[in-house]
């Protein structure tokens, strides 16, 4: 089955809360030199924000995966040295870029090399994705950050974003808020909406294999955006201007030539 024609479900909830990761991170600020596991632990159940000690550790191990927190070991004389924990970043990072995408399951051959690291909040990073030694913002967010790129530096890499809205379901209240965050909340709505224009049409310049595969693909999901009520957050206005001379100006030729190579309909 070509990767694109795989059934997309929303996204199974999170398991780790933003929230929570921000209380792990003042507990260890408090603590100072004293973070070491037992003492957050201890912090955090009086607290109650956390009191397994498998989950604070799923907590940790984010947090220094996303820069947030740094560990040294002191050797206390036991097997397993003591790990002190201290706050190194305000703002965790995550990986973003076409290497990202990628892993997401961007249907396109990249460098491994087309990633960089940015800022993000507590909620990027309960979102973010641990693939192997990168820790890769969500599909969202990626999207988003690919979207913000491209108005700002003129990449040429929309197409890889109209690609995979037009063929994926996503989490689209986040996906949009965090659009309008990055003020290309305009520019992703009127993605959105040239898709649909153009999957919608009667008349097509492309193939009919790839316009009948995407158009049976987004249709698809747009009802079912419909269904749950969510079509209505992409009729809104949306935040900023950046990137709308840059969707207006994608033709029906490279909407639906990039969307059928990511349902693999199309070399």
């Known amino acids: 089955m070509p990767l694109g024609l795989i059934p997309q479900a929303f996204l199974v909830p999170r398991t780790l809360d933003p929230n929570k990761?921000?209380?792990?991170?003042?507990?260890?600020?408090?603590?100072?030199?004293?973070?070491?596991?037992?003492?957050?632990?201890?912090?955090?159940?009086e607290l109650g924000i956390l009191k397994e000690h498998k989950t604070l550790r799923r907590y940790l191990n984010l947090l220094v995966r996303g820069n947030v927190l740094r560990v040294r070991m002191l050797d206390v004389g036991s097997v397993y040295p003591k790990q002190i924990h201290s706050v190194k970043l305000k703002n965790p990072q995550v990986w973003v870029g076409l290497a990202v995408l990628r892993k997401h399951g961007l249907n396109w051959d990249v460098p491994d090399t087309e990633m960089h690291i940015v800022s993000t909040d507590f909620e990027g990073l309960t979102r973010s994705h641990d693939f192997d030694s990168v820790l890769g913002a969500s599909l969202e967010d990626s999207l988003i950050h690919e979207l913000y790129r491209d108005a700002k530096k003129n990449t040429g890499t929309s197409a890889f974003v109209i690609s995979v809205l037009a063929t994926k379901k996503l989490d689209l209240p986040y996906l949009l808020r965090r659009a309008d965050e990055m003020r290309v909340g305009r520019a992703t709505r009127l993605a959105f909406t040239r898709i649909l224009e153009v999957t919608s049409s009667r008349e097509t310049e492309v193939a009919a294999s790839i316009f009948l595969a995407v158009r049976t693909q987004f249709l698809n999901i747009v009802r079912q955006y419909t269904r749950s009520g969510l079509w209505k957050l992409v009729e809104r206005k949306g935040v900023g201007n950046l990137g709308l001379r840059m969707i207006r100006h994608l033709s029906e030729h490279d909407i639906m030539v990039a969307a059928g190579k990511q349902l693999g309909v199309t070399g």
């Not at 990761?21 to 159940?45: H, Y």
């Open 21 to 45: 990761a921000r209380e792990v991170t003042k507990i260890v600020l408090r603590l100072d030199g004293a973070a070491s596991f037992r003492n957050i632990l201890r912090e955090a159940a």
